[in-house]
Structures are given as C-alpha cells and as structure tokens.
C-alpha cells in the first residue's frame, strides 16, 4: 500500500524568484561573525549560486510544522535530541526487533510517524517530498555585496571595527524550480496545495513570503513561486499510458 507500488505522483515546477536579496553561505552558516568567513554566496560549477533543495526543503518544513502544531496536529521536530519524536528510540527498536516483513515494519513505522514526518520524512521514514536543486537562470550572474557588521557572540554587541563585506544574490534573481511528490493521500494533496499557497506567498495571508537563507532578520531571503505548473499522474493514468505504448 505504501512502498510497494505506485500510486500517483505531483511533479511542480516553476521559478523562485528573489523578492529580496538572498544569502545562502557557501558553508552553509548563517553566523554573522566574520571569523567564520561565510561571505560568499553558494555557487555550483560554473560560478552560479545554488539553492539546495535540503535548504528549500528545510524552510518549507519549518512553517509547515509551526501551521500544523497551530491546528493541533502532532508535528515533531527532528532537531532537538530529547527522544520525544512520533518515533521514540523505544517504538522504533520494538518495531525493528518484532516478526513482521521488511514492508510491515516500514508501514508500522509510517503509520507511527507525524503527519509532518509522513510527508518531509523523519529518522525512521524516507518522506514523500523531493525537493531539487534550485539552479539560478540566466547566461550571466552578477554578484553584489553588502555592508556586514562582525556581532560578538558572547555579549551581542558589535564587535570593535569588525565591518565586512558579504556576497548577496539581487532581487529578482530566479531560480529553476522543482517539486516531486509521490503517493500521496487526499488528506497530504491538501496539505502541498497549502504548500504550494506558502510558496506563492498567499498561504497565511497575502504576501507572506518564506525567508530562505541566511541574515533573514536583515530583511535579506524573502523568495516566492512564480510560472508554476503542476503536473499530475495517477495509478490509473499511468495504467492507460503503458496499455496505449504496449498495443499492438
Ligand atoms: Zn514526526
């Protein structure tokens, strides 16, 4: 029901585009001490910046869980390591060690998960969200740079003459976008419309756009979904396209 066949499948594509500058660090650091020399913006091979899609990925879990803990959804966050997740150590050793079949286990493990885990996945599930690499569009990228100010760690303060210089990516910069989810039930097709609403700033309220990156209390990495499509593929559908190829 769950890992052994398909379903149906969402592919959303279209562009993020850059309501502000954006600073997604090279080390992936958003640290505002200069020390630690994350001033360049992430780049792929040909010197173009890079969204990751762990990092859109990351930025939309973030939000969705805070919507669902507001409807009194259960919504687990993986990042603390208090064991309090929808999968305890506990649930997840008595499912690995009991009887069942490899898939058993793995749909005793879904069903035990939180609705956000179910869909972004979480330690003991893959997640049926896949978010690509978001690559910059345009021949040519022209990077600008902004006044930084070193913040000391230990007081908040700002740190004696610690002015630095910080690689942005301009307003407007758009980004290829890309979104597969598969299998989902009618319930979790409800929840990537909303997605889908939060990327198009117009989930909550109008013009709510998501903060990717770094320095977002600057004012920097509001980013929203522009050109989307969205493409849909059933059990069914998928049934008569392969007939249609294997008649004779
Ligand atoms: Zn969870």
Not at 48 to 59: A, T
Not at 176 to 197: G, M, P
Request: aromatic share 8%; hydrophobic share 35%; proline share 2%.
């Amino acid at each position: 029901m769950l890992y052994d066949k398909f379903e149906n499948r969402t592919i959303i594509t279209g562009q993020l585009v850059a309501v502000d500058p954006v600073h997604i660090g090279a080390s992936g650091n958003d640290s505002l001490n200069p020390s630690d020399l994350d001033s360049h913006v992430l780049k792929d091979l040909q010197g173009k910046p890079l969204i990751p899609g762990s990092s859109v990925k990351g930025v939309i879990r973030s939000r969705f869980e805070a919507v669902m803990r507001s409807i009194g959804e259960t919504a687990c966050n993986i990042f603390d390591n208090n064991d309090e997740d929808c999968v305890s150590n506990r649930l997840y050793k008595d499912i690995a060690d009991s009887k069942l079949s490899e898939l058993e286990k793995a749909e005793k493990l879904y069903e035990s998960s939180c609705t956000v885990c179910k869909l972004f996945g979480g330690k003991s599930v893959a997640g049926k969200l896949r978010f690509k690499d978001c690559y910059f569009i345009g021949e040519k990228f022209i990077s600008e740079n902004r006044d930084g100010v070193g913040i000391d760690r230990d007081t908040g303060s700002v740190s004696g003459n610690a002015k630095y210089d910080f690689e942005i990516i301009p307003k407007g910069s758009r980004f290829d976008f890309v979104l597969i989810a598969e299998n989902l039930d009618e319930k979790q097709r409800k929840y990537l419309s909303f997605i889908v609403d939060l990327l198009e700033g117009n989930g909550i309220s109008e013009g709510d756009y998501l903060a990717f990156g770094g320095k977002t209390t600057r004012g920097l990495g509001r980013m929203k979904l522009e050109n989307k499509n969205i493409e849909y593929t059933d059990a069914d559908m998928l049934k008569k396209q392969l007939e249609e190829r294997f008649s004779l």
